[in-house]
């Protein structure tokens, strides 16, 4: 099993989160962060003062996937959140020790 | 903290045995004799046979009960919101504290002694009498000469609320630094040092008064003291560590300005004093100034920075109550006009242009808006002061350019008082209490640190 963490640009969400449920992924979590790479800060003006604004707005969506839908997954989730310009986002892939389902106690990809 | 509290229990101490000693040796003295206030007053400066005898016209009264009930809103919540909402969310609660401590702080000094040596007896131009300490002599059936047609209980009152927005106007400038102690001790030192001579002099009858200054609600008494006081202020307590503009609820700020604009009613047409046509010109005068001036500013901030801001909206329709405050019962509506107008731009170029470059941190434009708003106002009643509005006032396009040099003087008086005792007063709260917070606690916020509180509880 692989835990996938994206950072995708806020507007970009619906559509990934449609088209993963359409490839059968049916359970996501996703937070609201902060966050810069290369498209770093710009300046902004409020009130007649400049403001360096380093973090932007982001989505964090996590997801937990059986080995067999890996590339599936991240190609879907490339092919929505790009949109070609600095600040699309990355992917990262980690791997998983366990998942455990609360309600009744099933482990491994059952419970996924 | 015990510093403080022995300094507080001092000053009161000291004040509570002046009075008590001065009614032993001076009986209460009857009301004092009629001088014509060229604002704030029934009276009109025009030569006339003995005035009838104060009588109470019930119009009269229940329209100042209701005024004074409306510039208090101006402060709780009207102020408190505006400034709050403004603030980082971690001083939301200190800095909307300020405003209700203030109020209530100025309301028990006010009663004391405030009212009397604002509004007491002449004494030498400069002070009033100590003859109304803890009002005494002011009782259910009295009239003050300054207000001939409602009971003087009302008068106190309403001159309380002026007070004490005043007071609570200077800490915009302040926020996010200063420690909750100072910010006490220094409203109890400003009022009493700053506010009450003045009051005095603009409309107590003192020098200024004298002189034949214009200010019909407060453009030098409100504005430019509380907003020099705000600089120099802020001067002294120096930057914030982030001194960036970071509202915690704009809905907020919206809501406190239009409370502000609501109570300002009371502030610009209730110094009629009287229910009667010159509070009417008042009102349509404020309201207009503060339209134009929402308008002027919106198309000034959409000009210079692409987007027009909601509190540019908001910013720009204080300043144009600000600047119309002196003004409000002397000029005429094309006056209202201009002065709106104007107070669209310029205060928003001391707030946009100016304040960045000379640096100084006025956290929420308090002597941007208020400062430079009341010296504009105050300088543009000398122009536009219309006697076919108020008797008692003649600007320069109706043939009196005298009255500009009395508004000039008036507003550098002002200006240098407030800005020498000001420096004085934090110099003392400094060497008592000290005036900031500590490093650390301003990062954390002074909500946690000052009141052990949170605003937003997520």
């Known amino acids: ?112 | 903290m015990k510093r403080f509290i022995v300094l507080t229990v001092l000053i009161l101490t000291f004040i509570s045995g002046f009075a008590f000693a001065e009614e032993a040796v001076n009986p209460p003295a009857p009301s004092s004799t009629e001088q014509a206030m060229p604002a704030q007053s029934s009276t009109a400066l025009v030569a006339a046979p003995a005035a009838p005898a104060p009588r109470i016209d019930t119009g009269d009264t229940a329209w100042m009960i209701v005024a004074t009930a409306f510039v208090m809103l101006m402060t709780l919540p009207g102020l408190a919101l505006f400034y709050g909402g403004l603030a980082k969310r971690k001083d939301t609660l200190n800095t909307m504290a300020m405003s209700f401590v203030t109020y209530c702080i100025v309301s028990l000094l006010w009663v004391m002694y405030g009212f009397s040596f604002s509004f007491g007896t002449d004494v030498g131009g400069i002070i009033g009498s100590a003859e109304k300490l803890f009002l005494s002599g002011v009782g259910v059936n009295s009239i003050n000469d300054l207000a001939k047609t409602i009971p003087e209980y009302i008068f106190v009152v309403y001159q309380l609320t002026f007070a004490a927005i005043t007071v609570a106007l200077a800490s915009g400038a302040y926020i996010e630094r200063m420690k909750f102690s100072a910010w006490v001790i220094f409203s109890v030192l400003w009022m009493t040092l700053v506010y009450v001579p003045v009051a005095h002099w603009v409309w107590g009858g003192g020098f200024l008064a004298k002189l034949g200054a214009l200010d019909f609600a407060g453009g030098t008494v409100v504005h430019i003291n509380a907003g020099v006081a705000a600089l120099i202020g802020a001067l002294v307590l120096g930057k914030r560590k982030e001194a960036s503009l970071k509202p915690s609820n704009l809905t907020l700020v919206i809501t406190g300005a239009g409370l502000l604009w609501f109570g300002w009613f009371g502030f610009n047409a209730g110094s009629a004093l009287a229910a009667n046509g010159l509070a009417g010109a008042a009102f349509i005068n404020t309201n207009t100034a503060a339209a134009l001036a929402a308008i002027s500013w919106m198309f000034t901030e959409w000009v210079h920075t692409k987007k027009p801001t909601v509190l540019g909206l908001a910013s720009g329709a204080v300043a144009g109550l600000v600047a119309i405050t002196p003004a409000a019962g002397f000029v005429n509506i094309k006056g209202a006009m201009v002065i709106g107008i104007l107070a669209g731009i310029i205060p928003y170029f001391a707030v946009a242009t100016i304040k960045p470059k000379l640096g100084y941190d006025d956290s929420l434009d308090a002597f941007g808006i208020h400062g430079v708003g009341g010296m504009l106002g105050a300088i543009l009643t000398g122009i536009f002061a219309d006697p076919a509005i108020n008797e008692a006032g003649k600007g320069l396009l109706y043939g009196n350019p005298g009255q500009l040099l009395t508004q000039l003087i008036a507003v550098v008086v002002t200006i240098g008082y407030s800005a020498v005792v000001t420096l004085i007063i934090f110099m003392l709260v400094k060497a008592f209490v000290g005036l900031r917070v500590e490093k650390d606690h301003e990062i954390t916020g002074l909500d946690e640190s000052q009141h052990g509180e949170k605003a937003y509880n997520l």
């Open chain 1, 1 to 112: 099993m692989k835990k996938i963490e994206a950072i995708i640009k806020p507007f970009k969400l619906d559509e990934v989160k449609d088209a993963l449920n359409s490839i059968g992924i049916h359970g996501m979590t996703i937070t609201e962060v902060k966050g810069f790479g290369r498209q770093k800060g710009h300046v902004e003006v409020y009130r007649g003062t400049e403001y360096e604004v380093t973090f932007l707005p982001k989505i964090k969506l996590e997801v937990v996937i059986p080995d067999s839908m890996i590339d599936k997954v991240i190609s879907t989730i490339i092919e929505k959140a790009k949109t070609g310009n600095i600040g699309d986002g990355k992917i990262f892939l980690y791997s998983l020790e366990d998942v455990i389902r609360i309600r009744t106690g099933d482990k491994g990809e059952a419970a996924i």
